[in-house]
């Protein structure tokens, strides 16, 4: 009895399958000219969705987005579309950040395609083929919690150089951001500079915490009294009325570090001429204007209305033009990820 | 920190903690034998809800705790400890509850003892046969406990701010989505899954093999009923209950109304509903399958088989997700590659090792003889008799399956990485969007769901138990 019924459920599921595999067939033959355009998208979906809704009204062509999940769960949209590589179904990535689109870039996943709408976008924050583009950015900052010191650089740099870092924060640099900010400062500093760097942070009792934003949260509840974090995620904690203030994070040479969003086709994607019309969207003035007017306050890098832009925009406008290039840091990613892998497994 | 070190420090915590939780899972045991009626009922339901609070409830509450212990190594193992003990003697305790306590009696165990040589070989079967006698159960417990503990992976991520709790678990995720190469993590696995097995291997032997032995006459667990004896059980069982229950219930039942609000107003709500039902299926199918397949490696597979059957599910979900998108993107799979095919594959596979547990009890529960007594007595002339069947297998035998399907059903709709690595695109289960939630820090919408996913199962068991006898009973007549 129990074999029968377990045959009837199993040929059940598989016959489901089969279905699927047959319905997502027929709705690509029978609606052509209306595909369904698939979409790995790492920006947050509070964000997100309601512009790629947006572009849904106005194109007529169905959006299916795949989000990121949770930085402690996901293994990445990079790593899937490595893997699926051969055999894609996603058309076009919106990435949160750039230098995985650059792994993308160079692992031969993209599709170059030059989108009239990224002439507004300045030429440091877009690959010069049109393998990706820039838009919509962030900036690594040190957040403060004005309760327990002052907001200044000096007092950072007095407090980054004390014998005692731990009511001091930083994500775990394997991910997110923070991995694009070793990255930079791998490109700028070479290899043994940040080996150095990191070992001496940890020697001095930095916490190694699990994401941006439980950094935020630490100084936010005055457990650190400093850490590394994102624009949006600093925005989080000054929202909620906590006594925290930002600066910018520079390299040793003084620049900043701006992360801005990406986005790129597909390699053999199934609805090319629909992803291109997506791209033109999200390039375009109007989203990253919504971008900043958004909670997480995107900084915009093309020329916008600067009467629309909140007003804390204008300080990290001037923070984002000091930005490092992240060219050599796209080059060196893999070899600070490798190194993070080693010194976390101990090899 | 190097994978033996973590490993070591996680076993040593799973042992201990195994350890720890068994006496007051026994005086738990002794208490539910030794009082019935509605005293009994409750303090069964009070001492096995920890088992059924979502880890993400429980890992979202205590993690602003943990970011505040941050500054004590000490303190954080201790906070994870504890939220580890009040499930693992929930655990211990169902194993207890389920277990047939002895093959040997206690008056063989007595007669032994009246025996006056000592030596080596008087000891010996002294241990063999308290082994196979009232200790049977306890060692089953711990045993099964280690295993829990071990593989124990939401808590410990959520309540991991900075190196503490260290778990394995979080360990070997990390070092496999930091770039690890597959193979080399796959080798970690390995250990882990030989450590697995050698707690699962004595583990299968201790269970009975065939009839259920008498579980009244053991006086092994006798107790005195007295108040005495039930304060400190009640302490601990409320103790669990505030800590995992009331507190996260309490702690956010505020946001969560007000996400249900926000919800409702957005006509949200019956979207959310759907969301939820909807992922429920998959799981609901898997469990099925993984409870029928247990069933029938039980009946007929060799031990062997039984074993390779289960080694996928004890490597954890990570690495069952991994393995299948490999395997979905070969030509042969990969027309199957963005169907439903591949993640209920995956949580087949997870929940098997599991199945095979329950399924085993269930056989255990209701030995061969009785059960084939019950099938004799459905043809009985007696219209009575066979209702009086009716009842009786309704009882002894659907519901306990249907019961074990829901618990397989829990354990696949709640885990994230086999649904996060194999979904189709267009389908979003309710518990990453749990996740994404927390991360952006919605914590309204995200409660107001929590809640919401964790009724809505327990609703749609009671209603599938409901429709399953009315059919039941309508194919009798």
């Known amino acids: 009895m129990n074999r029968i019924v377990f045959v009837i459920v199993a040929a059940s599921v598989l016959l489901y399958a089969l279905f699927e595999v047959w319905r997502g067939s027929s709705s690509e033959s029978a609606d052509s000219d209306q595909p369904t355009l698939v979409v790995y998208c790492a920006h947050d979906a509070a964000f ?76 440091r924050f877009k690959d010069p083929d049109g393998h990706w583009t820039g838009f919509a950015a962030r900036l690594r900052v040190y957040l403060i919690n004005t309760d327990r010191m002052p907001a200044t650089e000096e007092a950072i740099q007095e407090r980054l150089e004390s014998d005692d870092l731990s009511r001091v924060a930083i994500a775990r640099p394997q991910f997110g951001t923070t991995l694009s900010h070793y990255s930079i400062l791998a490109a700028r500093q070479g290899m043994d500079w940040l080996k150095s760097w990191h070992s001496d942070l940890h020697a001095r009792g930095i916490r190694e915490v699990r994401g941006n934003s439980m950094t935020r949260d630490l100084v936010a509840e005055g457990v650190c009294d400093l850490a590394f974090t994102d624009t949006d995620d600093a925005f989080g904690a000054i929202d909620r009325g906590r006594p925290v203030q930002m600066l910018p994070v520079r390299t040793p040479t003084g620049q900043t570090i701006c992360l801005p969003n990406s986005v790129a086709l597909i390699r053999n994607a199934p609805h090319p001429e629909a992803g291109r019309q997506l791209i033109d969207f999200l390039l375009s ?47 060196v990613n893999q070899q600070v990820l490798n190194w993070l892998t080693a010194e976390h497994t101990g090899q | 920190m190097i994978y033996w070190e973590v490993l070591a420090w996680s076993v040593l915590r799973a042992v201990s ?14 208490q539910l034998r030794h009082h019935s009626g509605f005293g009994r009922r409750t303090l069964l339901v009070l001492s096995l809800l920890p088992l059924f609070v979502p880890d993400l409830v ?14 004590s190594a000490i303190a954080t193992e201790l906070l994870y400890a504890g939220l580890l003990l009040f499930r693992l003697t929930a655990f211990q305790l169902a194993v207890l509850l389920l277990m047939p306590v002895s093959g040997v009696s206690d008056s063989s165990v007595h007669s032994w003892n009246l025996i006056p040589r000592r030596d080596p070989s008087w000891w010996l079967m002294a241990v063999r046969l308290r082994m196979q006698g009232p200790w049977r159960p306890m060692v089953v417990g711990v045993l ?38 597959l193979l080399i993590s796959l080798r970690y696995v390995a250990t882990t899954v030989l450590l697995q097995l ?39 069982v409320i103790a669990g209950i505030l800590t995992l229950v009331v507190w996260p219930v309490w702690s956010n ?59 996928p599910g004890l490597c954890g979900s990570l690495f069952i997700s991994l393995l299948l998108l490999g395997l979905f993107q070969l030509p042969g799979f990969r027309i199957f590659y963005d169907t439903s095919l591949p993640m209920i594959l995956g949580m087949f596979l997870f929940a098997l090792p599991r199945a095979v547990l ?14 084939h007594s019950l099938t004799l007595l459905k043809t009985a002339q007696s219209k009575s008799v066979r209702q009086q069947v009716e009842r009786l297998w309704w009882r002894f035998v659907e519901v306990r399956w249907l019961i074990a399907a829901g618990i397989l059903t829990h354990w696949c709709f709640w885990d994230v990485a086999i649904v996060s690595n194999l979904r189709p695109v267009r389908f979003e289960p309710t518990v990453l969007r749990l996740y994404s939630e927390m991360h952006w820090g919605r914590s309204e919408d995200l409660l107001a769901t929590t809640f919401l996913a964790a009724i809505a199962p327990v609703f749609v068991c009671a209603v599938a138990a409901a429709v399953w006898r009315a059919f039941a009973k309508r194919r009798r007549r």
Request: hydrophobic fraction near 50%; glycine fraction near 4%.
């Open chain 1, 48 to 123: 997100a969705e309601p512009l790629l809704k947006a572009f849904e009204r106005e194109s007529g062509i169905a959006v299916q987005i795949r989000f990121d999940e949770e930085a402690n769960k996901s293994l990445g949209l990079t790593n899937l579309l490595l893997t699926e590589r051969d055999n894609p179904r996603c058309d076009v990535f919106w990435n949160n950040q750039t230098l995985g689109t650059m792994r993308l870039q160079q692992a031969g996943v993209l599709q170059p395609y030059r989108s009239p709408n990224a002439e507004r976008i300045p030429e």
């Open chain 1, 285 to 331: 003035e109007s989203v990253e204007l919504q971008l900043a007017q958004s909670s997480a306050r995107q900084i915009p890098l093309g020329p916008i209305d600067e009467s629309q832009l909140p007003a804390e925009l204008t300080e990290l406008q001037s923070w984002a033009k000091q930005a490092a290039d992240l060219t050599g840091a796209a080059e």
């Open chain 2, 17 to 30: 903690l195994s350890i720890v939780a068994l006496p007051p899972a026994v005086a738990i045991h002794r």
């Open chain 2, 58 to 71: 429980i890992g979202f509450t205590y993690r602003l705790t943990a970011s505040r212990l941050m500054h």
């Open chain 2, 144 to 181: 099964a406990g280690v295993l829990i503990g071990l593989q124990e992976f939401e808590t410990a991520a959520l309540v991991q701010v900075d190196q503490h709790p260290i778990a394995l678990s979080v360990w070997l995720f990390d070092a496999h989505a930091g770039g690890e190469n």
């Open chain 2, 198 to 236: 050698a707690l699962l291997v004595p583990a299968f032997r201790l269970l009975p093999k065939g009839e259920a032995a008498d579980t009244a006459a053991d006086s092994a667990t006798a107790a005195v009923r007295s108040w005495t004896r039930l304060t400190p059980v009640l302490f601990f």
């Open chain 2, 253 to 311: 039942a505020a946001e969560a109304l007000i996400g249900f609000k926000v919800q409702f107003a957005r006509g949200e709500l019956d979207r959310r509903l759907v969301q939820v039902l909807t992922s429920l299926l998959p799981s609901a199918l898997a469990a099925v399958l993984s409870l029928l397949a247990a069933a029938i490696l039980l009946q007929s597979a060799r031990r062997w088989v039984l074993a390779c059957a289960v080694v």
């Open chain 2, 358 to 371: 329950l399924a085993y009890v269930l056989r255990v529960l209701l030995p061969q003889t009785s059960r």
